[in-house]
């Protein structure tokens, strides 16, 4: 036995020990002063950060009877670097089993991460798909399918897109009844209908859906139409129940009865459904942001928000303004440059700006890459690595690579510079992911429009926008651009948007802004939360629910949003382990 | 290193001196007396077996200089068992790379396996998906795949099958310009129109197709409609060009220009296409054996080929006569008698009959399925290990496997002998792979129906169809049975009789009987062939190729029916070694 497993070994009995004996005291010395326990599900029913050994004591002194942890133990051997031990564990609770990741330091615990990853009782497995002994009556599997279609679902997902899918096929394996609703006419609408040149800025390694990964050949970036068919190929296979064409008119929760009243326009029929739980998977961008500015009324041109913007088809020749300077205002500027059109970009404020091919290098490769594979980095490994760094330190680990890439790519950052571009690197310096997990927003993964700018291809304005003319843009400084179509690369707004839209306005206060971690940088206010406001746990609204994120979010999170929702659809204690507050509305 | 690593390099070195030197004849005497090199397309451009020293000595003084092969190398650690060294290798050729396989006996190999896997220059890779640099007139990844799917095609693959289908993925994937032509409405619909009541015989270990395998909560008997989905999904994201709807008319080849003129009905137009190639993947169940009875044109019920038959559901109350006792003939007649019709199955001539589970678990189990995965033998591990063994000894490692069978199920066998089932183990007692790969056809593989001719509920009757009544079938011993439905479980032809009805009978008799050993044996008249008559090879018609079978063979033997057309695209030299002759017209 290595020093470090010994290490871990005595770690874990001295902590399994102290949880048997219900001494929240004696675990929590077991941790460092500087410590964090990140828990997903298996402890709290909750996804909650603690610190430090009050963090730790206080959430065992509520947590460790109906928990009932045990069975702790190593899997696989550990690795010490600079002090630290890692090591990878599993362990049960009552209702389930999980696993987790542990890094121990010299005094103690510096973090641990426990995850659920099955109910007891309740396990995945492949199915016969045919009994063998003939029965009057058996149905075959489609007509099995259908009944299921037909049946009144605990669950309806609002939104279906890589979100909603990714979760309505966990509900599916788990055998939870769930229905998912979409407006468009067929899954992979979503990104089939945005803008022609869309490619996945993620890796193909990061993208991965839970239990079908894309195969060797799928592109490392792989294009918006392809990502739609696969979409809409792992819907049927993954036999997610799915009604496309349909739009949510209204929810109500009845509290008496404790489910929802869910209004749906389905093709020219209004249906009414009785879930008990409701999840909003309605997209991080999904709600646009359409600025209001003094003249649009009079503006004799065409103006779209960029989710509206058809591709650059049309503007050949056309003077166009887009407002804006992240990854949407980029690509569409790119694509309309490639069909001749004179594109000017309207920077309102800095912009965060990595080349793809050293993010993917410096910042994902470890975790994420051919490379990382080839390292026995699986997909689920890894999201469990990144999944265990607390987010109250992430930065620190981020800070780096984006040093590293900025001394890579100088000459980059000098010639958008020199061409006045006015560059970030976020508020501490800890580049795009940060950005991402804080505001969801200021960063654009550079595939190849940054050099257009940086030469001046595209052109570029400065300021706010004051106010719109008849045939052009008018900027706080006075300038003047002139347009014949006008895009508003503008953002999107928090998802509780969308609950004041179809829930109602009070509901939407209540359970507050989505996304975000209280980090006290710009569009992210404190206090601080520990974890990402809202998504994919229990809300201030009862029975609503939050999912969503990139495909890596909608991969990982979606099994620990499925569990919670299996849990309540048995019938399983579920208490619920501080319930996080709302502090901002939207 | 291990002795038996030691005898395996050692004999590597020599074999690679060998060859270098050009010396076929000390090549050979590397090989047991009693032996069998299995070349799949790497030495010989064709897929055959060459059977002992002199059968060695004559392949390479014939392919040696061309193939000049290189670099034979161990990957991975030999097995030794019963004085026999099992060892993987890898090697290289003036066109290519492959792996191999190698059981070493004292007096020297005793089977060598060699497969072309990839060409040089050609390797199949993941694309980027995007450029990262912008131009003017690009094209997107959806104008690109139009464009390609309106190019004319070098291959013209007939039938949109798990062979079609699987074969258009690869040449895909190696950029051979393809085109699937199915007279299906939707792909997967070759097996949404079949009875309702099927799912695979085979478990999906066995089923996955190229590139994207099944995923971990696939059934392992999968339904008919959901293979059908999964077929119809994976050709869209494999993007395999494919036209559904469209039905082969003729077609005429061209000596002079050497490409074919093939006429197809497309919805409701004529498209005449040019292909080089022409690939015949109808099905080795795809041409229905309707046989002539005297009175079928006076018998006032229903008369169907099994192929046509639509499910048991308008048959309640209604006495179905189904004359065959194979596969289909037992599906049917358990889905039937589930829907309470009054079922009497015809034996005709004696059926090779083993249980699911036996086979899962005794014939297959080894190679195909959780146990086999978890001692990691990998689907392309399992192919290779079956390919390994040279069919002119195949039948040695099948008996007794179904010997174990038999004594397993003992008790099930005497029921069905005690109902006056007539029930055999093939010619040579080697059961019902071996049958499969003879003649396709006498067996059934037990998923529950053959308890209900055990007991009776199901009715047996034997003899042959001596001619119909306006009411009844009329056996040859004058049995009657009554019916209001026949349904002729009666097999399918051979694939040249497609090969007659497209083109014309004198290349259909030139190219001769599809499928079967020679091994002289019922519905396999010799002589022996050594590899599947004309299947996934050279043909005696120039440019006209078969490709089909089950599922496992469609995935593997894809790749090298695929490689083979890769390098005529590309102008590479493939002489062929030994085309066989044809023996049989049909």
């Known amino acids: 036995m290595t020093s470090a497993e010994q290490r871990v070994e005595e770690w874990l009995a001295s902590f399994e020990s102290a949880l048997r004996a219900g001494d929240a005291e004696a675990a929590a010395e077991l941790f460092a002063p500087e410590s964090y326990w990140r828990d997903l599900v298996a402890f709290t ?47 049960e609770t009552a209702a389930g089993r999980g696993t987790g990741h542990l890094r121990l330091k010299p005094e103690g615990a510096w973090t641990l991460l426990t995850t659920l990853r099955e109910l007891k009782g309740f396990e995945e ?19 099995e399918k259908q009944r299921r279609e037909e049946q009144d679902p605990y669950v309806v997902v609002i939104g279906g897109g890589q979100g909603g899918i990714a979760l309505g096929a966990r509900l599916r394996q788990l055998g939870v009844p769930a ?21 996945l800025h993620d890796p193909v390694w990061y993208d991965h859906l839970p239990y079908l990964p894309f195969p060797a050949n799928w592109p490392v970036f ?41 209004t749906v326009d389905r093709d020219d029929d209004t249906v009414e459904l009785r879930p008990t739980q409701l999840v909003f998977a309605t997209g991080m961008s999904g709600k646009a942001n359409y600025p209001s500015f003094p003249g649009q009324d009079i503006f004799q041109g065409e103006q779209q928000h960029s989710s509206q913007h058809p591709g650059p088809e049309a503007y050949q020749g056309k003077r166009v303004v887009v407002v804006g300077s992240n990854n949407s205002a980029f690509d569409i500027c790119g694509a309309l440059w490639e069909h001749d059109a004179d594109v000017t970009m309207v920077q309102r404020s800095s912009t965060h700006i990595v080349k793809s091919a050293s993010l993917m290098d410096v910042g994902l490769g470890d975790l994420y890459s051919e490379r990382a594979v080839a390292a026995g980095v699986t997909t689920d490994k890894a999201d469990m690595i990144f999944a265990s760094l607390p987010y109250r330190i992430m930065h620190e680990f ?19 510079e ?21 505001r969801g927003s200021g960063y654009y993964i550079d595939v190849g429009a940054a050099e257009l700018v940086a030469d001046g291809r595209v052109k570029l304005a400065h300021g706010q926008v004051d106010h719109l003319t008849e045939d052009a843009v008018v900027l706080d400084d006075g300038t003047a651009l002139k347009a014949d179509l006008v895009v508003y690369a503008t953002g999107y707004g928090s998802m509780n948007g969308w609950v004041a839209d179809i829930v109602d306005q009070a509901t939407a206060d209540k359970v507050g802004k989505v996304w975000g971690l209280g980090s006290d940088t710009p569009k992210d206010p404190g206090p601080w939360e520990g974890e990402q406001r809202n998504m994919w746990k229990p809300t201030q609204q009862e029975n609503l629910w939050f999912h969503g994120g990139n495909l890596h979010q909608s ?31 939207g």
């Open 398 to 416: 981020q800070i780096p690579l984006y040093e590293e890439m900025a001394s890579r790519d100088a000459d980059f950052y000098a010639r958008l």
């Open 45 to 91: 029913w909750n996804i909650t950060t603690v610190e430090g050994r009050d963090g730790v004591a206080g959430m065992l002194r509520e947590t460790l009877e109906q928990a009932a942890p045990s069975g702790f133990a190593l899997t696989g051997e550990p690795a010490e670097a600079g002090g630290v031990v890692e090591a990878w564990i599993r362990f």
């Open 222 to 262: 792989a294009p918006k139409d392809k990502i739609g068919d696969w979409l809409e190929m792992y819907t049927r296979v993954m036999e997610v129940p799915y009604w496309s064409s349909s739009t949510v008119r209204s929810a109500t929760f009845d509290e008496a009865a404790q489910r929802w009243s869910v």
């Open 418 to 438: 020199k061409a006045g571009f006015r560059h970030d690197w976020g508020a501490d310096g800890s580049g795009l992911f940060m950005k991402y997990l804080r």
């Open 125 to 143: 497995s492949r199915p016969q798909g045919v009994e063998h002994t003939l029965n009057k009556g058996r149905l075959t599997w489609k007509e």
């Open 179 to 199: 229905l998912v609703v979409d407006k468009h006419a067929r899954p992979g609408d979503q990104w089939r209908g945005r803008y022609k040149s869309l490619c």
């Open 555 to 585: 991969r990982h999170y979606s099994l620990y949003l499925a569990l919670q929702l299996k849990a309540r659809y048995e019938g399983l204690p579920t208490p619920v382990y501080r319930l996080a507050e709302s502090h901002h509305q």
